[in-house]
């Protein structure tokens, strides 16, 4: 039973840090109607910073997120205005596939730096673990996932609590309304779009403790990422939420009970079986296709 519990908890802690990462994929998809399939990329490409900081400076990663957070904001505006803005009213199609150009860009970048080379962030308490009762708790995942439930709740606060937060919600609901109402909606998703790639550079300093990375890590994390927001559903932080603890625990799971080599295989499983049971996910709401659609 003790290991039992143990790996429940293990996956809550696990699916904090997921709720991060995956916390701005679905905010650009809300207010913006873009799926950003490089978010994976930049998650990846935020670890290798952290890497070359903590190599060199011998910071504490979790403190890098402080450094990285702020340098992929900068790189999401970028991307917005030379790029994301140009397709925004093409569909979501099109957005696919310029944001996977753009992984493939960073993956190719990140190759011809550091090579297809595993790295990895160690820093002095990777290997400690924190007691209580009968259970152990990794205290370099006690740590990211703490991080990451304070950030989530940072962004809970900017999105409920200010004005940029309204005129967020305000575009995404309807930005037809927004507009009438004076609000700047090119700006705002320009800013949501900065601020879900900041996320990944949070997400990526995380994530570069908990596991070993290269360039092409960004598939297995991009379809997670997918997964965890099509089970809470697309646009819903509170399903991105919900769906990254899920994931966590079914991860965490499949690797004490079945196979350690089966857990990436759990996201495509959480995706063919939300789709063909509730296309909206846990939190979405059917639109009028859905519910006009033959059965």
Known sequence: ???????????????????????????????????????????????????????DTGLDPLLIALITTPMMFVLGWVLYWVAIRRVRSAGASMSVLLTFAIAL??????????????????PSYFNEAITIGSIRLPTAKVYACAVAILLLVLLWLL???????????????????????????????????????????????????????MPATH????????????LGGLGSLAGAFVGALAMGVAESLTTAYIAPRWQTIVPYVVIMVVLLVRPQGIFGQRTREDVLAPT
């Open 1 to 55: 039973m003790t290991g039992f519990v143990q790996t429940i908890v293990l996956g809550l802690l696990t699916g904090g840090v997921y709720a991060l990462a995956a916390s701005g994929l679905t905010l650009v998809f809300g207010v913006m109607n873009v799926i950003n399939v490089a978010h994976g990329a930049m998650l990846i490409l935020s670890a290798y910073l952290t890497w070359v900081i903590w190599r």
């Open 105 to 122: 860009i960073i993956e190719g970048a990140l190759g011809r730096i550091w090579k297809g080379v595993f790295r990895a962030v160690t």
């Open 159 to 213: 999105l409920a609590k200010t004005w940029l937060g309204r005129a967020i919600r305000a575009s995404s609901e309807n930005i037809t309304a927004a507009r009438l109402m004076g609000i700047d909606v090119t700006a705002v998703a320009a800013l949501a779009f900065a601020i879900g790639v900041s996320t990944a550079g949070a997400g990526g300093s995380l994530i570069s403790v908990l596991y070993a990375f």
């Open 219 to 230: 598939y297995q994390w991009i379809s997670r990422l997918l997964g965890i927001i099509v």
